[in-house]
């Protein structure tokens, strides 16, 4: 045994050996490891002397285990190579060399292995047959093949693929006049018979597409390449790849026979459609899109914005939907809008825009979808004109018919009370005036059917002189007289507040019907504690005549009736006279005019109605 300050130098040098070293005894406990060998197996954290190997190395293959008891039987040299993961997950390769360690009288005590990180050497064996199996695969699946032609020597090599290409057996032997012998005669073998000539003579290089006839007879599609090779600047012979492109061919036919396809279906849709890239240029028109924009072909329109096309308004909104759908690759669909072109046409288009994107999801443009609807709105403006036409005259027969049962019943009352006065009247002088009061009734129930002829004339479709210049004085005069047993009887005052010589453009028959109607109402809800004051005013307004019905009655609640204020059959009132079509046909009457009406009203203080007659 040697004593312990040389097992401390013994131990001390073999920590220090570069590479990574470990002594086992007979018993495969380690006696000695070098610190490189701690390290490159991560045991830093572990006791290592007196371990045994099969503790540190759980997972030791049973072979190595083989190797470890033929060392202890004098074994010499053996030699292993294994994969050590570390804790960081890198992957380390290390080749053992094991031998028997003996002591100074050749007795064998232990087990000497040494390790060699080969980790680089791996991984680039490991790189090169990948790249080998790369190729190879590459070489299948794409069917390129290589070749090489000796001049020196006068031979010509084919890879294994070259000679799949051409369906040759294995023994065929080529040469360059077997090679171009095999390409379709015409335009493919004299274009490279041409090309190997070209090389050959001046150097050039050459890539061509080409076909030729295989051994079996089969026609393929060939991409065909070739340089000349020189060495000390002199020629030595060619080299080329030789690639089987059939089906990319018969693809490249089938694609383009489909896009001549797409191309007649998209010119033939009555549809403008076209593609925008980010900068909103048009980079694919149809002939619509064409014809729209008064272009002769395609190259007058491509690579240009609508700028150039529209005016700067209908090119700015434009833009303004692009930029919203290409930002943010929301779809435009069915949107009604309106181009006017730089000559001022305006067109209406249904348009829609969607969103085009690449592989990576990512947009590059935008399709665009639009269906000329001009004929269609002129045709729906025409129907809306022709319904709006019908509902007024449906509108002025409604106010007609209520014209006369509400005006006609206005003056029947009248005769009524009138003779109703008659009846319990003695005095002569106050008889006398009851007759002048019918006499006037009478002219006035006259003067109102003739103003409902008027109206007949007007719903008939023949307005005649209709709209007429009217004097509201005069108008508020001859309603004042038709209501004269009324206003009598109900002790109103009417208060006439209009200039004489205040005028409006109006049917007559509709402003005394709407006088009528709301004095006749004043009068009708009266406030119970006292008598009715109507005061009728003519006023400008922002340029408008206005024309204003105040009284003093038991007024209307609007915060709760005022929807429903102008609806036929609407009462507000327990009044047993009550219709609720006064207000409706006054409304109607006046909206006919092109005039507006509106109240305001306080409950228990009174009414006034404001009608705005344009100037």
């Known amino acids: 045994m040697l004593h312990s300050a040389q097992q401390d130098i013994i131990s001390y040098t073999i920590r220090q050996l570069p590479n990574p070293t470990l002594f086992l005894n007979k018993n495969l406990e380690v006696v000695y490891a070098s610190d490189s060998l701690i390290e490159a197996f991560d045991l830093k954290k572990r006791k290592v002397v007196g371990q045994s190997i099969l503790d540190l190395a759980p997972n030791a293959p049973k072979q190595w285990l083989e190797v470890l008891g033929n060392c202890l039987n004098g074994v010499q040299g053996q030699k292993g190579i294994d994969r050590f993961i570390g804790s960081n997950r890198e992957v380390f390769w290390f080749e053992y060399i094991n031998n028997p360690w003996y002591d100074a009288d050749e007795n064998i005590i232990g087990i000497l292995i040494q390790v060699t990180d080969i980790t680089e ?18 070489s299948e699946i794409a069917r390129i093949g290589s070749w090489e032609y000796d001049a ?15 369906e040759v057996p294995e023994d065929f032997e080529p040469d360059i006049a077997k090679a171009v012998e095999f390409y ?4 493919s073998r004299n274009t ?16 061509e597409k080409l076909q030729l006839i295989t051994a079996k007879g089969n026609e393929v599609w060939v991409l065909a390449a070739g340089k000349p090779l020189y060495k000390n600047g002199q020629y030595i012979g060619l080299l080329g790849t030789f ?21 007649t279906v998209v010119d033939s849709l009555p549809l403008n459609v076209y593609i925008k890239d980010l900068e909103s240029r048009k980079i694919l028109v149809n002939r619509s899109e064409m014809e729209y924009l008064g272009a002769k072909n395609a190259e007058e329109v491509l690579g240009k914005t609508d700028e150039e096309f529209m005016s700067d308004t209908s090119a700015r909104m434009s833009r303004e939907e692009d930029l919203r759908i290409l930002t943010h690759g929301k779809k435009f669909l069915n949107q009604e809008t309106i181009a006017v072109s730089k000559d001022g046409t305006h067109t209406h288009f249904l348009t829609s825009k969607i969103p085009l994107r690449d592989a990576e999801d990512e947009i590059y443009g935008l399709l665009g979808i639009s269906l000329d609807i001009t004929e269609l709105k002129q045709k729906e403006q025409e129907l809306r004109e022709l319904i709006d036409v019908t509902s007024q005259q449906n509108r002025q027969l409604l106010n007609f018919a209520h014209i006369v049962s509400h005006n006609l019943r206005s003056h029947a009352s009248n005769f009524s009370m009138l003779l109703d006065l008659m ?7 106050e008889l006398s005036r009851i007759e002048s009061l019918l006499n006037d009734a009478s002219e006035n129930l006259m003067e109102t059917l003739e103003n409902l002829n008027e109206v007949v004339t007007i719903n008939s479709g023949q307005p005649a002189d209709s709209v007429k210049t009217v004097k509201l004085s005069q108008a508020l005069s001859r309603v004042r007289s038709s209501l004269e047993g009324l206003i009598k009887d109900s002790g109103a005052q009417i208060i006439d507040a209009i200039d004489p010589g205040m005028t409006v453009q109006g049917v007559p028959a509709y402003i005394e019907s709407i006088l009528t109607n709301l004095l006749s109402n004043a009068i009708k809800y009266k406030h119970p504690d006292r008598q009715p004051v109507i005061r009728v005013i003519g006023s400008r307004e922002n340029g408008k005549t206005v024309l204003s019905v105040a009284d003093n009655g038991q007024g209307i609640n609007l915060e709760r009736y005022g929807e429903k204020l102008f ?3 609407k009462t507000f009132h327990q009044h047993p006279d009550a219709r609720g079509i006064g207000l409706y046909i006054t409304k109607n009457q006046v909206e006919a005019m092109n005039a507006q009406i509106m109240a305001c009203s306080e409950v228990g203080e009174g009414t006034t109605f404001k009608i705005y007659f344009s100037a």
């Open 192 to 207: 490279i018979s041409l090309a190997v000539h070209k090389a050959i003579e001046n150097g050039k290089p050459w890539i």
């Open 243 to 263: 690639q089987d492109i059939t089906q990319h061919s018969l693809s490249e036919q089938k694609t383009k026979e489909s896009e001549r396809l797409l191309r």
């Open 121 to 138: 050497r791996v991984n680039i064996e490991l790189e090169h047959e990948k790249t080998q199996l790369l190729l190879k695969s590459k």
């Open 423 to 429: 009846d319990h009247e003695t005095d002569p002088q």
């Open 184 to 187: 379709k005669e015409g335009y």
């Open 567 to 569: 609806g036929m059959y």
């Open 152 to 166: 020196i020597n006068d031979k010509l090599h084919w890879s294994e693929m070259t000679r799949l290409i051409h």
